[in-house]
Nanobody, 127 residues
Framework: QVQLVESGGGLVQAGGSLRLSCAAS????????MGWFRQAPGKEREFVAA????????YYADSVKGRFTISRDNAKNTVYLQMNSLKPEDTAVYTC????????????????????WGQGTQVTVSS
């Protein structure tokens, strides 16, 4: 199995920045992508961004494109989410996950295609 631990969440004012980290341990899948999702109270989990573990191909939700950047450090088995120009609507629990199939080219935005979820880290953006 793969264990995922998120960190870096917190309280920030609108327009500020945060950098989230997702550290993976255990059995890793170098051909499987990693994704970031978020879930606000009373809302369904939504896709944020994804990256292939080995190839570095990225994919972003329209709502965060141009503001968020996903990156990876294979030596540390860690995926990052740099969040800039944060808005109150970005407030949510952010969770990382492993894509449930092997591909170096296709990044799926559906949470149903991911497994080995972390427990999440809270991001709160004040107005």
């Amino acid at each position: 199995q793969v264990q995922l631990v998120e960190s870096g969440g917190g309280l920030v004012q609108a327009g500020g920045s945060l950098r989230l980290s997702c550290a993976a341990s255990g059995h890793t899948f170098s051909t499987n992508a990693m994704g970031w999702f978020r879930q606000a109270p009373g809302k369904e989990r939504e896709f944020v961004a994804a990256i292939t573990w080995r190839g570095g191909i990225t994919y972003y939700a329209d709502s965060v494109k141009g503001r968020f950047t996903i990156s990876r450090d294979n030596a540390k088995n860690t995926v990052y989410l740099q969040m800039n120009s944060l808005k109150p609507e970005d407030t949510a629990v952010y969770t990382c996950a492993v894509q449930d199939f092997s591909s170096q080219y296709y990044l799926d935005p559906s949470p149903l295609k991911y497994k080995y979820w972390g427990q999440g880290t809270q991001v709160t953006v004040s107005s």
